[in-house]
């Protein structure tokens, strides 16, 4: 028999919810959709909620959106008395983490700080670079006055950056139904900074670039391709050149392809920083690919790193499709014995879908693929078993 839980603070709102939406918090997970909500009236836009099921029993307490499709992210089984003292507290535990995952090590200092539900911190992400830390606010709740000035006193506190950086998102402060605001400085004025990733450097402008800025999730990727690449190589979606700059240390020649010419050029500072010799193509991945094999070009080496190609799960049969055709060109431009670095950033995309499109592919070039490694996101962007959604990243790495 499961415990009773405190009753929750008097002030606090209650939110009911379908038996539905209470299996799938007593099964681990922590959002409720706004299908499950059976009422919430009366209750503001980003409040503190008591969460009940059906029959008024208190499931715990969580975080409201009156806009999201995801209305409710649980926050605690326990009643919150002190919603600021709890968000400084989890975000003191998320530091604590990283420092022990990441130690003194002195060759990486660009590490994702806080990972939304997989810290326990619904809404916000936090990634530093250097002295600079970046963040995302993506809730109601979390752009709150009370939320954010918690959070920007116990970030600048533990980590005493030079500057925190908002990075914001006009679609979603859209779907969150928030005013809408600018990127920009909350704490500091200096946003740009050079930071090391496994002893590699790259140039960083906290204002401009995708995400927050740079893809710290495929830190550990970046260091285990370069433990089996060599020969020629070609870094296909290649961005400001995470993958290729690692792979310069070890590779005879290599080339990095991407359609955006800004972040090329952000590329080849970042190759002039390292003191190396890369080749930035400004060109369609598919289109490339298919002249390269077409012309006959062959790699020892080859990179695959795109886009999210399935945003949403309606999207699925043709991200599928995409995958396919990027690793079958590839796949023709290999030497034997070559290595193929293959990833996904699509959720809706499962790991076994995506080693599949990567078997279908090989079978119809007629080549035999050894897995080597098959990896996913870097520790510091944790998975939570409960919570499939905070396991997005695949990344694949066999020989042909």
Same mark, same amino acid.
């Given at each position: 028999?499961?415990?009773?839980?405190?009753?929750?603070?008097?002030?606090?709102?209650?939110?009911?919810?379908?038996?539905?939406?209470? %299996? +799938?918090? =007593?099964?681990?997970?922590?959002?409720? !959709?706004? *299908?499950?909500?059976?009422? $919430?009236?009366?209750? @503001?836009?980003?409040?503190?909620?008591?969460?009940?099921? %059906? +029959?008024? =029993?208190?499931?715990?307490?969580?975080? !409201?959106? *009156?806009?999201?499709?995801? $209305?409710?992210?649980? @926050?605690?089984?326990?009643?919150?008395?002190?919603?600021?003292?709890?968000?400084?507290?989890?975000?003191?535990?998320?530091?604590?983490?990283?420092?022990?995952?990441?130690?003194?090590?002195?060759?990486?200092?660009?590490?994702?700080?806080?990972?939304?539900?997989?810290?326990?911190?619904?809404?916000?992400?936090?990634?530093?670079?250097?002295?600079?830390?970046?963040?995302?606010?993506?809730?109601?709740?979390?752009?709150?006055?009370?939320?954010?000035?918690?959070?920007?006193?116990?970030?600048?506190?533990?980590?005493?950056?030079?500057?925190?950086?908002?990075?914001?998102?006009?679609?979603?402060?859209?779907?969150?139904?928030?005013?809408?605001?600018?990127?920009?400085?909350?704490?500091?004025?200096?946003?740009?900074?050079?930071?090391?990733?496994?002893?590699?450097?790259?140039?960083?402008?906290?204002?401009?670039?995708?995400?927050?800025?740079?893809?710290?999730?495929?830190?550990?990727?970046?260091?285990?391709?370069?433990?089996?690449?060599?020969?020629?190589?070609?870094?296909?979606?290649?961005?400001?050149?995470?993958?290729?700059?690692?792979?310069?240390?070890?590779?005879?020649?290599?080339?990095?392809?991407?359609?955006?010419?800004?972040?090329?050029?952000?590329?080849?500072?970042?190759?002039?920083?390292?003191?190396?010799?890369?080749?930035?193509?400004?060109?369609?991945?598919?289109?490339?690919?298919?002249?390269?094999?077409?012309?006959?070009?062959?790699?020892?080496?080859?990179?695959?790193?795109?886009?999210?190609?399935?945003?949403?799960?309606?999207?699925?049969?043709?991200?599928?499709?995409?995958?396919?055709?990027?690793?079958?060109?590839?796949?023709?431009?290999?030497?034997?014995?070559?290595?193929?670095?293959?990833?996904?950033?699509?959720?809706?995309?499962?790991?076994?879908?995506?080693?599949?499109?990567?078997?279908?592919?090989?079978?119809?070039?007629?080549?035999?693929?050894?897995?080597?490694?098959?990896?996913?996101?870097?520790?510091?962007?944790?998975?939570?078993?409960?919570?499939?959604?905070?396991?997005?990243?695949?990344?694949?790495?066999?020989?042909?």
């Amino acid at each position: 028999m499961s415990p009773k839980l405190p009753s929750p603070p008097s002030s606090i709102p209650i939110v009911k919810i379908s038996r539905r939406g209470g %299996e +799938r918090l =007593k099964a681990g997970h922590v959002w409720v !959709y706004r *299908s499950d909500v059976a009422s $919430a009236d009366g209750v @503001l836009p980003g409040a503190l909620v008591s969460v009940a099921d %059906e +029959r008024g =029993k208190v499931l715990g307490t969580a975080l !409201y959106s *009156s806009a999201s499709q995801i $209305a409710i992210r649980m @926050l605690s089984r326990e009643p919150v008395a002190d919603l600021p003292g709890l968000l400084r507290q989890r975000i003191a535990e998320a530091i604590a983490y990283r420092e022990r995952l990441l130690g003194k090590s002195g060759d990486t200092n660009a590490y994702r700080v806080i990972f939304s539900e997989a810290d326990f911190l619904p809404g916000l992400i936090v990634d530093r670079y250097n002295d600079l830390l970046s963040l995302q606010i993506l809730t109601q709740a979390m752009d709150t006055e009370t939320a954010r000035t918690a959070l920007v006193a116990e970030l600048s506190e533990k980590l005493r950056p030079t500057a925190i950086l908002e990075r914001v998102e006009p679609r979603i402060r859209e779907l969150e139904q928030l005013p809408a605001r600018d990127s920009g400085c909350l704490l500091g004025e200096k946003s740009s900074t050079i930071f090391t990733m496994n002893g590699v450097q790259f140039h960083y402008d906290g204002l401009e670039g995708q995400k927050t800025g740079a893809f710290l999730d495929q830190r550990e990727n970046y260091a285990a391709a370069a433990q089996y690449a060599r020969g020629e190589a070609l870094d296909v979606c290649c961005y400001q050149g995470g993958f290729a700059l690692h792979l310069a240390k070890v590779c005879a020649k290599v080339t990095g392809v991407d359609s955006s010419r800004p972040a090329l050029e952000v590329a080849e500072q970042n190759a002039a920083l390292n003191s190396r010799e890369i080749e930035w193509i400004e060109a369609n991945a598919f289109d490339l690919l298919r002249d390269y094999a077409a012309s006959g070009q062959q790699f020892d080496t080859i990179v695959l790193d795109p886009p999210a190609f399935a945003k949403s799960k309606k999207n699925l049969d043709t991200a599928l499709r995409g995958y396919k055709e990027l690793n079958l060109r590839a796949l023709k431009m290999l030497k034997p014995g070559g290595i193929l670095v293959t990833c996904s950033c699509s959720y809706h995309v499962s790991g076994e879908d995506f080693l599949a499109v990567v078997a279908a592919s090989a079978r119809d070039v007629h080549r035999n693929l050894r897995l080597l490694e098959n990896r996913v996101q870097a520790k510091d962007h944790p998975i939570l078993m409960q919570v499939p959604e905070t396991a997005y990243l695949k990344c694949l790495i066999v020989g042909v």
